[in-house]
């Protein structure tokens, strides 16, 4: 079970190498979230639009195991952008992947960018 | 200036730092610290998180910048290894000297590895550092990389069961090998040992009791274990978690007395028999004893600080605590004061197990009943701060010692302690950092803390292993309220306001959406998992919104109007109001089933729940259940679930009323309405209450001459049956009640609180109640019945809502740029059936 966890690494801004045209803007509710597909991989891309940001992560939630943390609510937790996973509320922070209510590993982060109507996802390969 | 050397680099020495520099005198010492580890000192304790994902930086006691900021000097790698005494000075081992005013020997213990033929073959590791987990760790994957994965731990204390821990988190199947014929044998008995091991072999570790290994097989690596009994076991890793051995060879070398089996002799003072050397931690022999759990060592670093800055008194007290409570592979466990009667005194023991639910729970009473001894508690240690603190003050035991244990049965509920602020001032709250009752509300009262989060950072209360927290807490409002402070229980950070004045504003000022309440009456933030969907309940009471027109403050069900289950899947429950249903329903419910191929179950309810369903299907379910005339449920809400009925007087031969029609049409009155939590209702046709009406929020029970209603009933965690509101009334006043009832729930409950927890609150109870509904005191009645029958009238189908609008159904796809669903889901064959296969 653990490589499907070790399949998600953080991917800094600078380690970018394939920037995948995701979906539509309007494909995104505003200040939630849904899941995309790339490779593999599931990464769940938030809509932050009372911040005017945009981030993604792993879909994976790191507790139990489950494809869920796109359907989870997002906010803040003292400034910190952040999403809380629908199963048992384990909040991570969406800047750092870090999970911030508990001892549970970080989740893995990516960049986003909007080019017109469209959203992308960076990931190093 | 003095100089202070302190060898060793654990959590005492660190702990010794912390308090030195936090004293008034601090100015007048120079500290250096030498370490032999690479790093800063790190949590021990908590060493087998390294494994699930937390860092050696995570772990490490300090900020990196800590020690340079507080001027200390910091070693690391680097060992001492002699001490002159008549100079007073130490050398590393390049021979490098440093002087010294005061020495603190905080040097720890070692891993005591027995002398078993064979102990030094590859595969064999003991369990201290951060590089031992490491070196655990390759060779793990070696040995996994060749198909092994059994190893062992050697050792069944409470280290050995957390080394099993970090073994099993490796992905190796863990084998305890304990000699003694229970596990942690120095603070369990028998009974609480037996309850632990079936706790831990349900998590998928064996358990190996009363077994004395003989030698080691293999030639070159370890592949199993040889015991004196005949028997062996195979395994490819061995860890050696049998005991510690304080360090104390440079003070052996130097002359300082040492114990036979080991350990620096101190005296209570922490004084070895040099003046001017401490011994602190593990490797300090004091009593004849050597203690291995961090509070007496950091104990230990307080006397030492206090005996440096002139406070000659202060000595260690003569009975040393060793109370512990921890959580060891899932299972919490404690124990405190003489657990295991080792005074030999004559006393009663008053012992609860239940193999059900996995709890053991165990105290000793002096003879007399009057002193709390010592206690065991295994599976649940929610009440160990509380039977602490009655050992710890002596306080005078109830009439009923085994209500300590058991609860008080029949009554008032209420905690054991009774009221936190009647402890001593004295009494220890946080034993990790000896907090004590005076020094919490001292903080509040003479000002340096204004809430929990000041008095947590000031006194460091309940920042060791947080058990005593929610005391603390108490502590903390109970002090504020004596101050004539405000207590007050607001929703979040992000709003200022509890859930009925948020209710009220906004009632008042017709807010819509989230935003703008935030934006109004928020601190500023963005919203969390906690505001947003207390708002979308209010906004679903105030204004009959459903949860499709803002589904993304909804709480997790909500979002997606099914009920969120193990693996991620939904559960489906169409409205079967009052348990009627027709056998041509249950046909078209079976072929819908069968179709999608969803477990299928009857709930509590009288109702059918399918199970195992995909976002992706949930909504041509639901379109082929809206086509059989079916609607949604409310499973997934904090709202009406079911009206539950007996059959009543339509058929039953001593039914007195249409029990059926009534909860039918209750159910059709109050579905879809969203309240601060779930609401179920019953209606009996007879006092022989077949429909269990007295364990739902309202529960109605014909009688001669019309319905009783009771009201505020609960199942549960902690049940609890329904109070008589009203005797003997018509159908059309049970409607009138309940609507005034709940309304008023609605209004002013906090979130997320059941009604029988909100009645249990009210000021005045059931009798207060009874005025606002029944007698209508406070004239609210024609108000609350308006706003009812608003709610009633606007009643729509959230379901038919999302399956006929096509923007809506974007959100129930599992991928937003394709069409396939979750390939990880994975499903596993139950009886005729299919479930999620088990969480790893």
Redesign the interface.
Same mark, same amino acid.
């Given at each position: 079970?653990?490589t499907?966890l070790d399949s998600y690494k953080t991917t800094p801004l600078d380690q970018v190498n394939v920037w995948f045209e !995701?979906?539509k803007i309007s494909?995104?509710?505003?200040?939630?979230g !849904?899941?995309?597909?790339y490779k593999n991989k599931?990464i769940a891309v938030f809509n932050?639009a009372?911040?005017g940001k945009w981030y993604a992560c792993q879909n994976l939630c790191?507790h139990?195991?489950?494809?869920?943390l796109s359907?989870?609510?997002?906010?803040?937790?003292?400034?910190i !952008?952040?999403v809380?996973c629908?199963?048992h509320?384990k909040?991570f922070s969406l800047e750092t992947g870090e999970n911030l209510n508990g001892?549970?590993?970080?989740i893995a982060t990516y960049p986003v960018k909007i080019e017109g109507d469209s959203v992308f996802v960076g990931f190093s390969e | 200036m003095k100089k202070v050397v302190v060898i060793g680099n654990g959590m005492v020495s660190y702990k010794f730092c912390e308090k030195l520099a936090a004293t008034s005198d601090f100015k007048e010492f120079s500290v250096t610290v030498f370490g032999e580890e690479p790093r800063r000192a790190y949590d021990r304790v908590h060493l087998s998180?390294y494994f699930?994902? *937390?860092t050696a930086e995570d772990l490490s006691m300090s900020t990196a910048d800590w020690y340079a900021d507080n001027n200390i000097e910091l070693h690391t790698s680097e060992m001492i290894t002699e001490i002159n005494r008549e100079q007073k000075t130490v050398a590393n081992h390049r021979g490098v000297t440093y002087p010294y005013d005061y020495l603190i020997l905080a040097t720890g213990s070692s891993a005591f590895v027995p002398p078993i033929p064979g102990v030094e073959k590859e595969g064999v590791f003991v369990y201290r550092t951060i590089e031992d987990l490491e070196a655990m760790a390759s060779y793990a994957k070696k040995i996994k990389a060749e198909g092994k994965v059994e190893a062992a731990v050697l050792g069944g204390g409470l280290l050995g069961l957390e080394c099993a821990n970090a073994v099993k988190e490796l992905?190796l199947n863990a084998h305890v090998v304990e000699f003694a014929p229970r596990l942690m044998p120095r603070q369990l008995d028998k009974g609480a040992s037996d309850m632990l091991q079936s706790k831990i072999e349900d998590l998928g570790l064996q358990v190996h009791l009363s077994k004395q290994t003989q030698y080691l097989q293999g030639n070159k690596s370890i592949e199993g274990l040889q015991f004196v009994d005949d028997t062996e076991l195979k395994v490819s890793m061995l860890v050696v978690s049998a005991g510690i051995r304080p360090r104390d060879e440079i003070a052996r070398e130097c002359g300082l007395e040492v114990g036979t089996r080991g350990g620096i002799v101190v005296d209570n003072h922490m004084k070895t028999t040099d003046e001017s050397i401490f011994a602190i931690g593990e490797c300090a022999l004091l009593n004849s004893m050597i203690y291995g759990l961090v509070a007496p060592g950091y104990d230990m670093a307080e006397i030492a600080v206090q005996q440096l800055c002139n406070e000659t008194d202060a000595a260690m007290p003569e009975v040393i605590d060793m109370s512990t409570q921890l959580k060891l592979i899932g299972t919490e466990v404690a124990s405190f004061g003489d657990a295991l009667n080792e005074a030999k005194q004559e006393i009663d023991e008053i012992v609860y197990e239940n193999k059900r639910t996995g709890i053991y729970k165990k105290i000793n009473i002096s003879k007399d009943g009057s002193t709390l001894l010592g206690g065991i508690l295994i599976g649940d240690s929610s009440d160990y701060n509380a039977l602490f603190q009655i050992y710890n003050t002596a306080m005078q035991l109830p009439e009923n010692p085994e209500d300590l244990i058991l609860g008080s049965r029949g009554g008032e509920g209420g905690s054991l302690l009774g009221d936190v602020m009647d402890l001593p001032d004295d009494a220890q709250i946080c034993s990790c950092e000896s907090v004590t009752k005076g020094q919490i509300c001292g903080a509040i009262e003479d000002g340096t803390a204004e809430d929990l989060g000041g008095v947590i950072s000031c006194t460091k209360a309940g920042t060791g292993c947080g058990g005593c927290k929610p005391m603390v807490k108490d502590l903390v409002d109970a002090t504020l309220k004596s101050l004539g402070r405000e207590v007050k229980d607001t929703i979040c950070?992000?709003f200022d306001y509890n859930r009925q004045e948020l209710f009220d504003i906004v009632k008042l000022k017709g807010l819509k959406t989230f935003?703008e309440v935030l934006d109004s009456h928020g601190t500023g933030?963005?919203? #969390?998992?906690i #505001? *947003?969907?207390l708002v979308a309940s209010l906004m679903a009471t105030i204004h009959a919104d459903t949860a499709n027109k803002e589904?993304?403050?909804q709480?997790?069900n909500d979002?997606?109007l099914a009920n969120?289950q193990?693996?991620?899947t939904y559960s489906v429950v169409p409205r079967v109001a009052g348990g009627e249903i027709t056998p041509q329903q249950l046909i078209d419910l079976g072929i819908i089933g069968k179709k999608y191929d969803l477990y299928t179950k009857i709930t509590g309810g009288q109702r059918i729940d399918f199970f195992g369903a995909t976002?992706n299907q949930l909504p041509s379910i639901w379109k082929e259940l809206i086509d059989k005339g079916f609607e949604s449920g409310h499973a997934y809400g904090k709202s009406l679930r079911t009206v539950k009925s007996c059959v009543g007087s339509t058929w039953c031969r001593y039914g007195m009323d249409e029990s059926v029609s009534f909860a039918i049409e209750l159910e059709e009155r109050y579905k879809g309405i969203r309240s601060p939590h779930k609401m179920k209702g019953g209606v009996s046709g007879c006092i022989r209450e077949c429909a269990e009406a007295r364990c739902k929020d309202f529960g109605i029970i014909a009688v001669e001459g019309g319905w009783n209603l009771y009201v505020c009933g609960n199942g549960g965690a902690n049940p609890k049956h329904a109070e008589l509101l009203a005797e003997q009334i018509d159908n059309e006043t049970v409607v009138k009640y309940i609507d005034r009832f709940l309304m008023y729930y609605m209004r002013t409950a906090a979130p997320l609180q059941r009604t029988a927890a909100w009645l249990d609150k009210l000021e005045g109870g059931i009798d207060y109640l009874k005025q606002v509904v029944v007698e209508d005191t406070l004239g609210l009645a024609q108000e609350l019945e308006t706003e009812m029958s608003e709610l009633v009238n606007k009643f729509e189908c959230e379901w038919k809502q999302a399956v006929e609008d096509p923007e809506m159904m *974007?959100?129930f796809s599992?991928?937003?740029?394709?069409n396939?669903d979750?390939e990880?889901l994975l499903f596993v064959p139950l009886r005729e059936q299919k479930m999620p296969q088990h969480? *790893?």
């Open positions: 079970m653990n499907m !995701a979906a494909d995104f509710p505003k200040d939630g !849904a899941c995309i597909k599931q932050f009372r911040e790191p139990k195991m489950e494809m869920v359907r989870g609510m997002i906010g803040d937790d003292k400034g !952008a952040k809380a629908p199963m509320k909040t001892d549970l590993a970080s | 998180e699930t994902g *937390k992905g950070e992000h935003d933030g963005h919203g #969390c998992e #505001c *947003k969907p589904y993304t403050i709480d997790s979002r997606f969120i193990r693996n991620g976002l *974007k959100r599992h991928f937003v740029n394709s396939d979750d990880n969480w *790893k």
